[in-house]
Nanobody, 126 residues
Framework: QVQLVESGGGLVQAGDSLRLSCAASGRTFSTYAVGWFRQAPGKEREFVAASSWSGSNTAYADSVKGRFTVSRDSAKNTRYLQMNSLKPEDTAVYYC???????????????????WGQGTQVTVSS
């Protein structure tokens, strides 16, 4: 498995942007599919975005489509979640997850991944 560390969370105002990072150690990250999930207080963890190991396939939850974008920097062994036009309802702990040579399923779920980061808090004030 690969070890994942998220960073980049913080407190922002509605309409602001944040870029979350998911850094990998232990393996070459370019061969991993990566998913982003979030969990708000009192709610179940939910899918946010995903990209296949090759980057050729991506998926986004309807709630973030057009506002969030996944990307990668293979030289830094890091994946990113760019979040624009943030809303108070985006407030949650955000997690990245990975699976070696994974793809993007029609209905991405936690079961698609076997390595998880510790999460980073994103708080959006109104």
């Amino acid at each position: 498995q690969v070890q994942l560390v998220e960073s980049g969370g913080g407190l922002v105002q509605a309409g602001d942007s944040l870029r979350l990072s998911c850094a990998a150690s232990g393996r070459t990250f370019s061969t991993y599919a990566v998913g982003w999930f979030r969990q708000a207080p009192g709610k179940e963890r939910e899918f946010v975005a995903a990209s296949s190991w090759s980057g050729s396939n991506t998926a986004y939850a309807d709630s973030v489509k057009g506002r969030f974008t996944v990307s990668r920097d293979s030289a830094k062994n890091t994946r990113y979640l760019q979040m624009n036009s943030l809303k108070p309802e985006d407030t949650a702990v955000y997690y990245c997850a990975a699976r070696l040579y994974g793809g993007v399923s029609l209905r991405p779920s936690e079961r698609d991944y076997d390595s998880w980061g510790q999460g980073t808090q994103v708080t959006v004030s109104s």
